[in-house]
């Protein structure tokens, strides 16, 4: 289906754009879903010259997509205009207004990619001047706020000018290709579904780990941390297709009602549980002689700060299916590996026949997330040979890149596509996002309570001490990240 929109980006000669936006972009002019008459106006503070930001948007493109078709590129920049507004003062440049007077009746798309802040100044802006119509949808990037108080500004700002099925509050986490891949998982496969409880699950543990540092976001990073910036949104929704019970359909509203009923039910923490619930940690110096890391405050270049760039949890759900399965969230900076990771651990099986009553593990099944998506279900099988029962656990994969030809989209290429044909399934509802915030403020403000410090760890390490598994739980490892492990050790 080829579609006919009109994309207003805020923010459109930010980092965000440049690598995620305008490559998204291409990819779907590429495939064929993208209209030539598309506009595209790239807004910002800053005036440029027409031709010098297209060819820098030509050359990001470039920069950021593999072989790319020359043709194609060429193709997409001569659609994007570029404009300046200010909406604090009230300003914007004659290309601008002549731009909307040339507007047609397509879906218009405002792409807010700019700091939460401003999404109500700008939804204030694009009202006076009469630029929103019925088939406006405005497209609110993460983080929605810094706590509960301040999510609810925002979005009751926004909620003046657009309808709650005009709002797209994106993460991109739900675009991955691994992550739509967990409902198919669920619910068309019954071997997992009928064992999809706390009958047969012992835990579950979800990883998203980075190995770089702040990088130039340290002034951002620095007001959320880890728990604000990853856990608040892509962990939590992670957690919720994975607790969910199953929609009666594919429709919006029954897909997010049911990840809403996992909000609901996640227990909160107290004073007297959050210490041994959770762990909050700080990357100090690490690496190695040869490649020498620096500490999170000589990233940001302070002498102090509270700030967490890891943080651990033993969350709970109570109800029904889930009732006593511990689920560990972990993320980190400055970890040794970059992976994101869902691990399913299922429990032992109730009776070992069999001699060997230590080396029988549990079934496990993992769905990496980034790099090179796989799904990997490890299961006991026997050693080939005489000699009685020999048996060593031993993993099936499924691995996308081997078994499907086509490109895997890029998350925002997905999510584009479903702004402009009204799609929501993969947006978070206002009461989504209330919901995490109301459950993440039970770790802050208790945090506070107990004066909760950060441990610190080393760069290039796992993290600091203080687990939160029990004695018989360990953090589990894909073989794909053992295998990386291994081959670092050399």
């Known amino acids: 289906m080829t579609e006919e929109f009109e994309l207003i980006i805020f923010g459109g000669d930010g980092d965000l754009s440049y690598r995620k936006i305008y490559p998204a972009l291409y990819h779907r002019l590429n495939e064929g879903q993208i209209s030539k008459n598309v506009r595209i106006l790239a ?79 700008i939804s204030k802006y694009l009202d006076k001047m009469q630029y929103i119509t019925a088939k406006s949808r405005v497209v609110l990037e993460k983080p929605l706020g810094k706590n509960l108080e301040s999510s609810e500004q925002i979005n009751d700002e926004v909620a003046k000018y657009f309808k709650e099925e005009q709002i797209y509050r994106i993460d991109h986490y739900l675009g991955k290709e691994t992550v739509q891949n967990l409902m198919v998982l669920r619910f068309a496969n019954n071997i997992f579904e009928s064992s999809w409880n706390a009958k047969d699950i012992d835990n579950v543990q979800i990883t998203v780990a980075e190995s770089i540092g702040v990088g130039t976001r340290g002034a951002f990073y620095d007001q959320y941390g ?40 996640l227990r909160f923490y107290t004073p007297e549980t959050i210490n041994e619930n959770t762990v909050r940690g700080q990357y100090t110096r690490g690496g190695s002689d040869t490649d020498p890391l620096p500490s999170y405050l000589e990233d940001i270049e302070k002498f102090s700060s509270k700030t967490e760039t890891f943080v651990a949890l033993k969350a709970n759900i109570d109800n029904w299916r889930w ?93 584009l596509m479903d702004v402009v044909r009204g799609n929501q399934t993969l947006f978070m509802r206002r009461d989504e996002v209330k919901a995490s915030w109301e459950w993440i403020e039970s770790i802050t403000k208790n945090w506070e309570t107990n004066n909760v410090s950060n441990v610190l760890y080393e760069a290039d390490s796992w993290g600091p001490g203080g687990d939160i598994l029990e004695e018989d739980h360990k953090w589990a490892k894909s073989h794909h990240v053992k295998r990386l492990e291994e081959k670092q050790k050399g």
Not at 329 to 340: A, V
Not at 386 to 403: F, Q, S
Request: glycine share 4%; net charge neutral.
């Open 323 to 415: 009732g006593g399965v511990p689920f560990y969230l972990r993320t980190g900076k400055r970890m040794p590996h970059r992976y994101s990771e869902i691990i399913i651990n299922f429990k032992k099986v109730p009776h070992n026949i069999f001699p060997d009553k230590k080396n029988v593990e549990s079934n496990r099944l993992t769905v990496r997330l980034q790099p090179d998506e796989k799904i990997e279900l490890l299961q006991m099988v026997k050693v080939p040979g005489p000699g009685g029962y020999r048996y060593k656990p031993y993993a099936l994969e499924l691995d996308y890149a081997d078994h499907f030809e086509h490109r895997f989209p890029e998350a925002y290429e997905r999510l």
């Open 226 to 265: 880890a728990l604000r910036d990853m856990v608040q949104n892509h962990l939590l929704q992670l957690l919720c297709l994975i607790a969910m019970e199953p929609p009666v359909n594919l429709e919006a509203d029954e897909v997010r009602d049911e990840k809403l009923k996992v909000l609901k039910a």
């Open 43 to 121: 807004v910002s503070r800053k005036p440029y010259e027409i031709e010098d930001f297209r060819q820098k948007v030509k050359s990001e493109i470039l920069s950021y997509v593999k072989d790319a078709n020359i043709k194609i590129v060429d193709q997409l920049i001569s659609l994007i205009s570029n404009g300046r507004i200010d909406t604090n003062k009230g300003e914007e440049c004659a290309v601008t207004k002549s731009w909307f007077l040339e507007s047609t009746d397509y879906v218009r798309v405002f792409y807010l990619a700019t700091p939460a802040v401003v999404f109500g100044s």
